[in-house]
């Protein structure tokens, strides 16, 4: 960059020729001074050098000149860093729209009433468009610095475009929650002249949250609706299943089912994700009752019958305890789908698939279902259960799912299993394919167990069926089923699971921290420690945002030791960003710096995105002057040298001078 000196020369040398700035549009309001000495003419030569390159569309010149204004006379007038930075706005180049953004964030912190609305709602929506989120986000907070949102449909397109990618999924979700505090702060009057967040918002910030794998956050957002009165809607339900399955709080999620069940059966299709979920959680529960009694409900004839008070709209679902008379209520519309709202869903785990009409099991969800029943030894009633949803959905036995299951126990060594199988079915004159007896037999014959085989033949007989048995049979390999695929890599992942317990203690700390029962849940979080029970990520993040309510930090500090512990005792596991955030969040208010910078530590190697400019936010709200003007030769001992350094050193991070 040049100097202020080799500017006024090289300007000093051109042609002063005043008549020409008469020619200036009027909208342009720079007024022609009464004087017309050298430095005014300095100034007038670069304003129009200015000018003439951003209606030429010469971005480089532009860019060049403005930096040469501002060296010598500061920020130029509000209509020319409006010109220059809409014109880097209406580009795709990623270099001019950073620009733009580092521009009105300077401005923003030293002359912020050069900024015109427009201009930076132009600007946050070319920079989430062109997939640059951090500038994108910085933008949009300048705005609400200044309660001063973009209108409604654009909102909607900025965060349409920030959850695309994993790091401006971080940023909405930081931002929605901004917003939402500012609703909480603000008065009446000044609240409803912020733009206020709709339905779709949360939408697609909660999307983003399942499908990155933030479910802890989703959580929190979940719980903003109701405090920002904002009512769920039927996507807004589904996406809600999938948080609350990734989280396993399966008694939070129950308490939507009454009223889905109860909306109209053209509706059914939509709501196919919310009870693959819900079966889902019954899984990770070990309850295979309520798992079969849903399967069973589901593939009978529905007919809701809508009590009066969900005829007249909303219905209300509890978040926590439902005895907490000051506990948040989401208000929930189960029959209103957003029309132009898209999500996307990963159908490779679904459990229950939606097919001419009525609800089939998926392989995935036949595998799981096979594996708990052989697990508690109830073939019996696997067996009940399955000729059950096969007559309700009128299966032909060709595609019975009955002999699919036999199938793949011949194919997985479990014989017992499949004859125990067979003897139900025959009892309940239910027909098998006559190739599973077939199979079975072989099988007998292959591993050697011809007291077994004679009693199938004698089965065979019995029911009629013709197999010529030769040696030849005894070569016949079952062939592998995609079911048998299926229930193989289940149990594969079930090595690694989280035990059943885990989520049980989960529900009930959940619950008590919500009460604000503290005492209850740090009782049941010390005797999950004693039953040497693994806690996972949503055990700790439960246990901080109940301290957090109170402002227990210090809490918050041993917890923190017990989350490293588990790190290494758990094969150095790394847990969710969201649980990291917070704690971060929390040690800045408690004031805990070298935890702070600990924190930081970690998620830096370990490549989490920083969102810098919240922590920053935290900071300036509960220490703005914290060791501002001390360095550590000011410290009285070295414990408080110590902490200046971590704070200065945090100040530094976050860009605090």
């Known amino acids: 960059m040049r100097t202020k000196s080799e500017i006024s020369e090289k300007v000093k040398d051109e042609n002063c020729n005043f008549p020409n700035y008469n020619s200036m549009k009027k909208e342009n309001a720079v007024k022609q001074p009464a004087t017309y000495n050298a430095a005014v003419c300095r100034r007038w030569i670069l304003l129009e050098k200015l000018e003439k390159a951003l209606k030429e569309h010469q971005l480089d010149e532009a860019w060049k000149t403005y930096q040469d204004f501002k060296l010598v006379y500061g920020y130029p007038e509000q209509l020319f860093i409006s010109n220059l930075i809409t014109e880097f706005s209406y580009t795709t180049d990623s270099k001019y729209l950073r620009r733009a953004s580092d521009l009105a964030l300077s401005i923003s912190r030293e002359k912020s009433v050069l900024l015109r609305h427009d201009v930076m709602t132009k600007l946050v929506l070319s920079l989430s468009r062109a997939q640059i989120p951090v500038p994108a986000s ?27 990618t994993e790091t401006g999924s971080y940023l909405a979700s930081n931002i929605l929650e901004e917003i939402c505090y500012c609703f909480q702060k603000l008065s009446v009057k000044k609240s409803c002249q912020l733009t206020k967040p709709d339905v779709t918002i949360f939408n697609l910030v909660l999307d983003s949250c399942a499908r990155f794998g933030n479910c802890l956050k989703g959580q929190q957002i979940m719980e903003l609706m109701p405090i920002t009165g904002v009512v769920a809607d039927a996507d807004s339900a589904v996406i809600i299943a999938r948080v609350h399955e990734m989280n396993g709080t399966r008694d939070e999620l129950k308490k939507f089912k009454d009223y889905i069940d109860a909306v109209p059966v053209t509706l059914s299709r939509h709501y196919q994700q919310f009870y693959d979920r819900l079966i889902s959680l019954h899984f990770k529960f070990n309850d295979i009752d309520s798992v079969s009694a849903l399967l069973l409900e589901l593939s009978g004839n529905r007919e809701p019958n809508p009590s009066p008070r969900e005829q007249k709209g909303y219905c209300t679902v509890s978040i926590g305890s439902d005895k907490i008379k000051m506990g948040l209520k989401l208000q929930f519309l189960p029959q209103q789908i957003q029309k132009d709202f898209v999500y996307k869903v990963d159908g490779k785990n679904e459990l229950v698939l939606y097919k001419n009409g009525k609800f089939v099991l998926s392989n995935n969800g036949l595998a799981k279902l096979v594996i708990e029943y052989k697990r508690c030894g109830r073939i019996s009633d696997l067996s009940k259960l399955l000729i059950s949803i096969q007559s309700m959905l009128n299966s032909p036995p060709n595609n019975s799912s009955c002999s699919d299951v036999i199938d793949a126990c011949i194919y997985l060594g479990w014989l017992e299993t499949a004859h125990d199988l067979l003897e139900d079915f025959e009892s309940e004159k239910y027909s098998v394919r006559e190739s599973s007896y077939k199979y079975l037999l072989t099988c007998y014959y292959k591993e050697n167990m011809p007291r077994e085989a004679e009693g199938l ?87 901080i945002c109940g301290y957090s309510s109170l402002g227990m930090y210090r809490e918050i500090t041993s917890l923190w030791g017990d989350i490293k512990r588990s790190m290494v005792n758990n094969r150095n596991t790394v847990y969710n960003r969201d649980l990291y955030e917070l704690l971060l969040l929390n040690f800045i208010r408690g004031g805990y710096f070298e935890r702070v910078m600990e924190v930081i530590g970690f998620m830096i190697k370990n490549g989490m995105f920083l969102d810098k400019w919240s922590y920053k936010t935290e900071f300036l ?37």
């Open 621 to 657: 709200k509960f220490h703005r002057d914290l060791y501002r003007t001390l360095t550590e030769s000011d410290a009285k001992d070295e414990t408080q040298s110590k902490r200046i350094e971590h704070v200065q050193a945090f100040r530094n991070l976050v860009g605090i001078s």
């Open 138 to 164: 910085n933008i949009l907070r300048i705005m609400l610095d200044k309660n001063s949102l973009p209108s409604l449909e654009v909102l909607r397109m900025v965060f349409l475009h920030l959850v695309k």
């Open 457 to 543: 033949l004698r089965q065979i007989k019995k029911v009629g069926i013709g197999i010529n048995f030769s040696d030849d049979m005894k070569e016949t390999a079952v062939s592998k089923s995609d079911l048998a695929n299926c229930i193989i890599q289940h149990m594969r992942e079930e090595e690694n699971a989280t035990p059943v317990l885990v989520h049980e203690y989960n529900s009930s700390l959940y619950f008590f921290t919500k009460a604000k029962m503290i005492e209850d849940a740090t009782q049941t979080y010390r005797k999950l420690h004693k039953m040497k029970i693994q806690a996972n990520a949503s055990t700790f993040f439960h246990m």
